[in-house]
């Protein structure tokens, strides 16, 4: 069974830091498209970043240039480095993949896990 | 980047009735379409994939249609456990955009 679950959220000041953890069961973190998808209280989703199974990185306009999402194959966990953080990056922050191989050729997240709170604010 | 436009923005129904929700992509995106339920606090759930195919799992009153740039989603006979807020994602392009979402209210 494929399980995602996500760690390191918390209350920072906006121009901090915060590294989130995504630890994957039941399936290689190396060998699928990881993705962060961030949800801001009463909003909607924003698709924030992926990382391919060989390498390739893509990010939102929004958050470029200040998250680094990378992964540890030895550890089978997906990071997202967070710098720089504004008010507007207060959201639960959730990891998502498609674990299948149908879901993965239409780049469906069929996986999800709970999500972690990233709270910005002085 | 490619923008996704759902309509309505929230819609009240009732048990038994047929609803339709559309989401329109800012360019053509072929069947790179999804669509998601997320309940309250809950972490969203896929129903449709490649814009018609239905998740395993996935009652067959929910159907998804379109390509190109227009689609929608319908569910044929509400049932209580439907009302949601529902999503669609282009995965067309590399910045997998959502739209920002259709909250289905019990009328």
């Known amino acids: 069974e494929v399980q995602l679950v996500e760690s390191g959220g918390g209350l920072v000041q906006p121009g901090g830091s915060l590294r989130l953890s995504c630890t994957a069961s039941?399936?290689?973190?190396?060998?699928?498209?990881m993705n962060w998808v961030r949800q801001a209280p009463g909003k909607g989703l924003e698709w924030v970043s992926v990382?391919?199974?060989?390498?390739?990185?893509y990010y939102a306009d929004s958050v470029k240039g200040r998250f680094t999402i990378s992964r540890d194959n030895s550890k089978n966990t997906l990071y997202l480095q967070m710098n720089s953080l504004r008010a507007e990056d207060t959201a639960v922050y959730y990891c998502?993949?498609?674990?299948?191989?149908?879901?993965?050729?239409?780049?469906?997240?069929?996986?999800w896990g709970q999500g972690t709170l990233v709270t910005v604010s002085s | 980047d490619i923008q996704m436009t759902q309509s309505p923005s929230s819609l009240s129904a009732s048990v038994g009735d047929r609803v339709t929700i559309t989401c329109r992509a800012s360019?053509?995106?072929?069947?790179?379409l999804n669509w998601y339920q997320q309940k309250p606090g809950k972490a969203p759930k896929l129903l449709i994939y490649?814009?018609?195919s239905l998740q395993s799992g996935v009652p067959s009153r929910f159907s998804g249609s379109g390509s190109g740039t227009d689609f929608t989603l319908t569910i044929s006979s509400l049932q209580p456990e439907d009302f949601a807020t529902y999503y669609c994602?282009?995965?067309?392009?590399?910045?997998?955009?959502f739209g920002q979402g259709t909250k289905l209210e019990i009328k």
């Open positions: 998502a993949t498609p674990s299948g191989s149908i879901a993965a050729r239409w780049t469906a997240f069929d996986s």
């Open positions: 490649a814009a018609s």
């Open positions: 994602q282009q995965s067309y392009s590399n910045q997998y955009t």
């Open positions: 360019q053509s995106i072929s069947s790179y």
């Open positions: 990382i391919y199974s060989g390498g390739s990185i």
């Open positions: 039941g399936f290689t973190v190396s060998t699928n498209y």
